[in-house]
């Protein structure tokens, strides 16, 4: 069973920037494809970004597209999210998330595990 932990999230102006981070342990990442989510108060959570288990292919959803990179270290087993240009509407509880496949996506309806969370504020 792997266990995630985000870490990263906190208060900024908007225009600036943020860097999250998901430390998995109890099983390698290197062969699953993982993803960044987010939950705003009373609204579902969303897909934001994803990245294939090699690092080599990336999607992101339109609303972050340009400014949020989604990256990883399967050596570090460890995921990231460098969040740049943020905006108040950015403001949510960010999760990462790791599939049970090794596929090109990650599908939030999959069994996947999930971290507990990190929260990020930006303010206007």
């Known amino acids: 069973q792997v266990q995630l932990v985000e870490s990263g999230g906190g208060l900024v102006q908007a225009g600036g920037s943020l860097r999250l981070s998901c430390a998995a342990s109890?099983?390698?990442?290197?062969?699953?494809?993982m993803g960044w989510f987010r939950q705003a108060p009373g609204k579902e959570r969303d897909f934001i970004a994803g990245?294939?288990?090699?690092?080599?292919?990336?999607y992101y959803a339109d609303s972050v597209k340009g400014r949020f990179t989604i990256s990883r270290d399967n050596a570090k087993n460890t995921m990231y999210l460098q969040m740049n240009s943020l905006k108040p509407e950015d403001t949510a509880v960010y999760y990462c998330?790791?599939?049970?496949?090794?596929?090109?996506?990650?599908?939030?309806?999959?069994?996947?595990?999930w971290g507990q969370g990190t929260q990020v504020t930006v303010s206007s």
């Open positions: 998330a790791i599939s049970p496949y090794g596929g090109t996506s990650i599908n939030i309806k999959d069994d996947n595990s």
């Open positions: 109890g099983r390698t990442i290197s062969i699953y494809t």
């Open positions: 990245i294939h288990w090699s690092g080599d292919i990336t």
